[in-house]
């Protein structure tokens, strides 16, 4: 069974940071491209980040490039997600997830607000 489990959320104010991280379990977690999603009150599912199963490519929207850092620890079944100047749009529940067939955690929240 395909667990994900993310941590690391929370509220700052804009321009501060935060790192989201997610513990996986049940399947072989090198071997998965990975991401992160959010969903925002009242809207759909936005990919944030996608990181390949080696971590060596990394793909990320306009709206979070040169922000947000995605990387894993393939060591130790973790996918990370640093995310530095944070706006108030970038609040929103965070889901790890497993890009093939979009599997994902329970969530975290973050929110932005001064």
């Known amino acids: 069974e395909v667990q994900l489990v993310e941590s690391g959320g929370g509220m700052v104010q804009p321009g501060g940071s935060l790192r989201l991280s997610c513990a996986a379990s049940?399947?072989?977690?090198?071997?998965?491209?990975m991401g992160w999603v959010r969903q925002a009150r009242g809207k759909g599912l936005e990919w944030v980040s996608t990181i390949s199963p080696g971590g060596g490519s990394t793909n990320y929207p306009d709206s979070v490039k040169g922000r947000f850092t995605i990387s894993r620890d393939n060591a130790k079944n973790t996918l990370y997600l640093q995310m530095n100047d944070l706006k108030p749009e970038d609040t929103a529940r965070y889901y790890c997830?497993?890009?093939?067939?979009?599997?994902r955690g329970q969530g975290t929240q973050v929110t932005v607000s001064s």
């Open positions: 997830a497993r890009v093939p067939d979009g599997s």
């Open positions: 049940g399947f072989t977690f090198s071997r998965f491209p």
